[in-house]
Structure formats: C-alpha cells, structure tokens
C-alpha cells in the first residue's frame, strides 16, 4: 500500500488495531501540515496505544499549529484515561516549549498522585526552562519517589538557577548512587565557586561513575 494521506486516512478508520498503529507510525512521511491534520484524528482513537502514539508525534507535528497543539495536549493531560497518555503529552509540551502550559502542569502535578506523570511533568519544565518551575521542582526534591526526585535535580540544573546548590547538599550522600550522578549533572550546568566547591566533595564518592563525572565537571569549569 502506498503511504498517502488518503490511504493512512483510510487506516485510521480500520477496526484493526494493528492497521491504526501502523497508520500513526506511517505520518512521518506526510508533510508536516497533512500529517498534523491526520495526528489530530489519531489522538482521538478509542485504544490507548494508538492515542499514545499519536501524542508522542506530536513533539515533531505540532511546530504545524502550536495554538491547536496546546489545546490537544491540555486536553489529553486532563481528560485521557491513561496515564502513559497523560506524560506523553507533558513531554511533549516541553518539546514544543509551550510555556502558556506551566500553570496546567503545576496543577496536574498536584491533583494527579502518579509517580510516571510527576515525573514527565518535571522533567518538561526542566525542559522548558520557565523560571516559574523553580518553586515546584523545589517541591518535588521531597517526592517519596527517586525517579521523581532524580527528574527534579536534573531540572533544576537546566534553570541554571544558583539558589538550587544548597537544595542538593542533602543528596551529596545518599543512598542511591544514580541521585549523586544526577547532582553532579546539575551542579555541572549551574556552575560558579559554590558548585565547585560541593563538586570536590562528589570527586570522594564511592561509585566511580559519580566521582569520575565529578572529576571531568571540575575541568569544564576551569
């Protein structure tokens, strides 16, 4: 079958579910503004594989119509049933830098208790870059979840903002060798002589790989 828009159209259609994942994979060979018209039809399926996606496509289609692709991805982040749904629109809002969605995700981190869309959520606004996250992923440090504790220092090491060193002076030591890494990830993008400093204390670690990338963050800042 030739890959066109009537065809994939077609697909979309089909009681085959097969048929339809296929039909989503297959837009990435339409032109952006036929295939975003075809995604907005996909992300409305009744199987949830097939609304996911759609949404994960959205982060390269939705350049088309970011207006209509905000009002999709808030729609999915609320209202879709499935929480793999629900963080695929997060990460693609921070894909496509929609920072009008900041207070929608603040909220759904709050309202929705689920450690893989708190997750998404973080890492988005790490991604976006709006100063206005600094506060929630402050918050988020004291998630009961390493994931979401991890997500929330790598944020806060992409706003860059200098106030975030002494949040991370807790996880110097614990337990979990991936959160010291993720630390010195961030202290790495902060920079200035306050990181250094908490950056020579990491070079002591135990596990190599965090006391290695230490080591190689204390030359990038020289």
């Avoid at 295939?35 to 949830?48: C, M, R, T, V, Y």
């Avoid at 809002?93 to 309202?111: H, K, N, S, V």
């Avoid at 002076?169 to 010195?184: A, G, K, M, N, S």
Wanted: with cysteine.
């Amino acid at each position: 079958m030739s890959i066109t828009p009537e065809a994939i159209a077609q697909s979309l259609q089909s009681s085959d579910l097969g048929d339809r994942l296929s039909a989503v994979n297959q837009l990435r060979y339409l032109p952006v503004d036929q295939g975003f018209e075809l995604l907005i039809q996909a992300i409305k399926d009744s199987n949830a594989r097939v609304r996911y996606a759609a949404v994960s496509q959205m982060d390269r289609l939705g350049h088309h119509d970011r207006a209509k692709a905000l009002e999709i991805l808030l729609n999915r982040l609320y209202a879709d049933s499935e929480i793999d749904v629900k963080a695929a629109a997060a990460d693609a809002i921070g894909a496509l830098q929609l920072t009008e969605a900041f207070p929608d995700l603040e909220r759904c981190f709050r309202e929705i208790n689920d450690w893989l869309l708190q997750m998404s959520i973080i890492s988005t606004l790490g991604e976006l870059g709006d100063p206005r996250g600094f506060d929630l992923l402050k918050e988020a440090l004291s998630s009961p979840e390493g994931l979401v504790q991890g997500s929330a220092i790598g944020s806060l090491g992409e706003l860059k903002n200098p106030e975030a060193i002494q949040l991370f002076e807790p996880f110097l030591t614990h337990e979990d060798w991936q959160i010291r890494y993720r630390v010195v990830q961030a202290l790495s993008n902060i920079g200035g002589a306050e990181a250094r400093t908490m950056l020579q204390k990491l070079v002591q670690d135990s596990t190599p790989q965090v006391s290695e990338m230490a080591a190689i963050a204390l030359t990038q800042l020289d």
